[in-house]
């Protein structure tokens, strides 16, 4: 069974067929704007059953034509319903970068596609990379409830300290249209920097399933140090009262070398979906990070293996 829209109006949202995507335009339950997502739907489904919606966010720069190929080809050998939204495209205005209208776009896309598609609610699935696992963090933290499971790859977990890592450059200029200043200028400003930040929210996340990993090389050949991804596992840590990780291994694993000195048996897995050595690996309640040989990117099929192992109870 394949799934084909045509140019139709629905209620609150309008359809546009687009080659092997389908366009839709979604009415935010905030402004009423109409903001864009793509679909695509698998190749084959079993009949008159419900499948799972893997919900995907675009990076820093980028906005909903972005394509994710890898991603997209795990969905559909899944048999998956592929969802990607705009959520107010690139970080350069007020309204993106982890804005509550952002961040209501991505529920109000999920809303739509399971009332218009045969989604399994128990098996709604979000992943991102780098912006993306920014996002992917913070809907974690903010809407826990909505997830069976997640997978965020070399996101940004502190926006105020990543401001200071760039602000010279490209990206803390971004920043500053979006928020209007660095975090230094003004405590109402520090306050809107942690707000949108995935470390503010991510001890209320206990529930889901996180996949956190980075590439090794990430901030040395890469926008965001892997400390990012070790900062966010630890509150999880903490709050689901287990180890974190110390900050001598911090240390060690964000060096150039990024090496621990002293691997635990953990660090030293092999991963098949992961196609690469692993020099970190922690677990902490239902979570886990993965620091990897690679850089500032996402593998697809280590994303989808986490994903696909997890589904909510109907209690949930």
């Not at 084959?44 to 034509?65: G, I």
């Not at 209320?204 to 990430?218: E, F, T, Y």
């Not at 291994?249 to 979906?273: N, Y």
């Given at each position: 069974?394949?799934?084909k829209l045509v140019m139709v109006w629905l209620v609150g949202s309008i359809v546009v067929q687009a080659s092997d995507r389908e366009k839709v335009f979604v009415t935010s339950s905030l402004d009423?704007?109409?903001?864009?997502?793509?679909?695509?739907?698998?190749?084959?489904?079993?009949?008159?059953?419900?499948?799972?919606?893997?919900?995907?966010?675009?990076?820093?720069?980028?906005?909903?034509?972005?394509?994710?190929?890898?991603?997209?080809?795990?969905?559909?050998?899944?048999?998956?319903?592929?969802?990607?939204?705009?959520?107010?495209?690139?970080?350069?205005?007020?309204?993106?970068?982890?804005?509550?209208?952002?961040?209501?776009?991505?529920?109000?896309?999920?809303?739509?596609?399971?009332?218009?598609?045969?989604?399994?609610?128990?098996?709604?699935?979000?992943?991102?990379?780098?912006?993306?696992?920014?996002?992917?963090?913070?809907?974690?933290?903010?809407?826990?409830?909505?997830?069976?499971?997640?997978?965020?790859?070399?996101?940004?977990s502190d926006l105020a300290m990543w401001y200071q890592k760039h602000r010279q450059g490209e990206y803390g200029a971004m920043m500053r249209q979006v928020f209007g200043d660095g975090p230094e200028a003004s405590n109402e400003i520090c306050q809107q920097y942690r707000k949108r930040s995935p470390v503010t929210w991510l001890?209320?996340?206990?529930?889901?399933?996180?996949?956190?990993?980075?590439?090794?090389?990430?901030?040395?050949?890469?926008?965001?140090?892997?400390?990012?991804?070790?900062?966010?596992?630890?509150?999880?840590?903490?709050?689901?009262?287990?180890?974190?990780?110390?900050?001598?291994?911090?240390?060690?694993?964000?060096?150039?070398?990024?090496?621990?000195?002293?691997?635990?048996?953990?660090?030293?897995?092999?991963?098949?979906?992961?196609?690469?050595?692993?020099?970190?690996?922690?677990?902490?309640?239902?979570?886990?990070?993965?620091?990897?040989?690679?850089?500032?990117?996402?593998?697809?099929?280590?994303?989808?293996?986490?994903?696909?192992?997890?589904?909510?109870?109907?209690?949930?």
């Amino acid at each position: 069974m394949k799934w084909k829209l045509v140019m139709v109006w629905l209620v609150g949202s309008i359809v546009v067929q687009a080659s092997d995507r389908e366009k839709v335009f979604v009415t935010s339950s905030l402004d009423g704007t109409n903001q864009p997502s793509y679909v695509i739907f698998p190749d084959e489904v079993p009949n008159h059953e419900k499948v799972p919606l893997l919900v995907s966010l675009h990076s820093w720069s980028s906005d909903v034509e972005q394509r994710n190929l890898p991603l997209e080809e795990e969905a559909n050998r899944l048999g998956w319903i592929y969802l990607f939204p705009h959520f107010r495209g690139p970080n350069i205005q007020r309204d993106a970068c982890g804005s509550e209208k952002a961040q209501q776009d991505i529920l109000d896309a999920v809303d739509w596609a399971s009332k218009e598609y045969p989604v399994d609610r128990n098996r709604i699935y979000l992943t991102g990379v780098s912006g993306g696992g920014h996002m992917t963090m913070l809907m974690v933290g903010r809407y826990p409830d909505r997830w069976a499971a997640a997978s965020a790859w070399v996101g940004i977990s502190d926006l105020a300290m990543w401001y200071q890592k760039h602000r010279q450059g490209e990206y803390g200029a971004m920043m500053r249209q979006v928020f209007g200043d660095g975090p230094e200028a003004s405590n109402e400003i520090c306050q809107q920097y942690r707000k949108r930040s995935p470390v503010t929210w991510l001890h209320r996340s206990l529930k889901v399933p996180l996949d956190i990993a980075a590439g090794v090389h990430d901030g040395h050949q890469g926008s965001v140090p892997v400390r990012h991804s070790l900062d966010a596992f630890n509150i999880i840590a903490r709050a689901s009262g287990n180890e974190g990780i110390s900050e001598k291994e911090m240390d060690q694993i964000s060096r150039v070398s990024g090496r621990l000195e002293k691997p635990r048996s953990s660090d030293c897995v092999k991963d098949a979906s992961f196609g690469r050595e692993i020099y970190l690996r922690r677990k902490a309640g239902r979570s886990r990070v993965t620091i990897f040989e690679g850089g500032h990117e996402g593998i697809a099929s280590a994303a989808v293996s986490w994903l696909q192992r997890y589904k909510k109870s109907p209690e949930e």
